[in-house]
């Protein structure tokens, strides 16, 4: 891209290239690729230094899916290790309430997939490296904005390694996408947004289960609860047991009672709990919360996925909207890039079309909570099937299917941007 240089390197310290991304989950990285494959340079600042991941989202979505085969990378990462799963179920006492198929759905994104976060970001690394203009500052975390006065247009980051030494990244642009606690955001002084909308935190585990997979993601409502269990690469369970805001700290169970409660609530799974569900160690609590950033962009900055937006784990939405936010957000960039200086008006349309899907998957996200973790008892329990049988057999349910895998505003990578220099490797 033929623009000026922000800041020709002048010392091993300090750098210059046209975006820094601050932070190598799958949005960033998958950001940077496209970047990368229109010719700009990006500098990519991680603070780990390891790709372990393991109760991070790894359920993709159809529309998720479709940006990481039009990157090319959708392919090789599955075959590192994944699993398809037909669709969503909700069940009470081992009766089906609701079931959405994604088989509904055209081939090939006809599916869920679980996969392994690990094998995705190995994969999209992998390809940003072979591109040229790509930085990785991994081990690097990010200690201040390069700004005049708090609030100005932002021209960079400064960065400290395992060392601790000051490395200066200047950029025409900087992206948050380090996700729901963003030291970006928190840098920059823009406030989450949070809202304690969601009345359940989720503690998660997983079981080595060989031969015990299910094919789907199953809800298990439980006397205003639920727990989650999805199959997960390789023959292993992943499980999630809601329990209301804040009740974990307040609960005092021991492992064994964690146990027998959750034996009750999922029989078929009673003897790998009993059998390797050992220690509170193993488990890992998850804060749910909803929040949306007071702001998204400013003069130099961007915020992105979880940075800008975070939700609830129902109906797997995370990942995806981030997926879809990069796929957005990089025409906007490629084109402000080209114009020498990437401004708070330039960036508005990204923030405007982003904010109203995050907001729709916000408003769906409670009336499922609302289903999933309302009132108990037989004449809740007739509503609810009631409505889902309304979902599973009527049109309504392939159009509710397909709100759900693509989003209300579905996105597609901008490859007309791609140049020449920068084509992907063959799959």
């Known amino acids: 891209m033929d ?29 940077a690729l496209m970047l990368l494959r229109s010719g700009v340079r990006v500098t990519l600042v991680e603070r780990s230094t390891a790709l372990r991941r393991e109760f991070h989202g790894e359920i993709l979505q159809p529309g998720g899916q479709r ?31 609701l079931d959405i198929d994604y088989g509904r759905l055209p081939a090939p994104y006809d ?16 390809a940003c490296r072979e591109l040229p203009g790509f930085t990785h500052l991994e081990g690097h975390r990010v200690s201040a904005l390069l700004e005049r006065r708090p609030g100005s247009p932002c021209t960079g980051v400064v960065a400290r390694g395992p060392d601790r030494e000051a490395v200066t990244v200047r950029a025409l642009a900087v992206v948050g996408a380090d996700g729901r606690f963003s030291k970006t955001r928190a840098l920059a002084g823009i406030g989450a947004g949070r809202s304690d909308s969601f009345a359940h935190d989720v503690v998660w585990f997983s079981l080595h289960a060989p031969g015990r997979a299910t094919g789907k993601v199953r809800v298990h409502r439980a006397g205003g609860s639920a727990v989650l269990v999805q199959d997960s690469h390789p023959d292993r369970l992943r499980i999630g047991w809601t329990l209301p805001h804040g009740g974990w700290t307040r609960t005092g169970r021991g492992i064994g009672q964690i146990r027998d409660e959750l034996a009750r609530v999922l029989p078929q799974f009673a003897d790998l709990l009993h059998e390797q569900l050992t220690s509170l160690s193993q488990l890992t609590l998850l804060d749910v919360f909803a929040s949306h950033a007071e702001e998204w962009t400013r003069d130099g900055l961007v915020l992105i996925g979880d940075g800008a937006h975070t939700h609830g784990p129902i109906g797997a939405q995370g990942i995806n909207l981030a997926l879809q936010d990069a796929a957005a957000l990089h025409p906007v960039l490629v084109a402000e890039l080209g114009r020498g200086a990437v401004t708070a008006a330039g960036l508005a349309p990204y923030a405007r079309r982003r904010a109203a899907a ?70």
């Not at 000026?4 to 799958?26: I, Q």
């Open 111 to 126: 599916h869920l997939l679980a996969l392994p976060q690990p094998h995705l970001l190995a994969e999209l690394l992998d």
């Open 3 to 31: 623009h000026p240089d922000p800041c020709p390197a002048t010392t091993a310290a300090e750098t210059g290239t046209d975006v820094c991304v601050v932070g190598a989950g799958p949005t960033g990285l998958a950001l």
């Open 358 to 427: 995050a907001a729709a998957v916000h408003r769906m996200q409670r009336m499922q909570a609302r289903a999933m973790f309302g009132a108990d008892g037989a004449l809740a329990r007739f509503a609810l099937a009631g409505a889902a049988g309304l979902v599973t057999r009527t049109p309504i349910g392939g159009k509710i299917t397909r709100k759900v895998a693509y989003g209300t505003d579905p996105v597609a990578v901008r490859t007309d941007l791609f140049t020449a220099a920068a084509a992907h490797r063959p799959a």
């Open 67 to 97: 940006i990481l085969d039009e990157l090319g990378v959708l392919g090789p990462a599955r075959a590192r290790g994944s699993l398809a799963l037909s669709g969503f179920q909700v069940l009470d006492r081992e009766r089906v309430l």
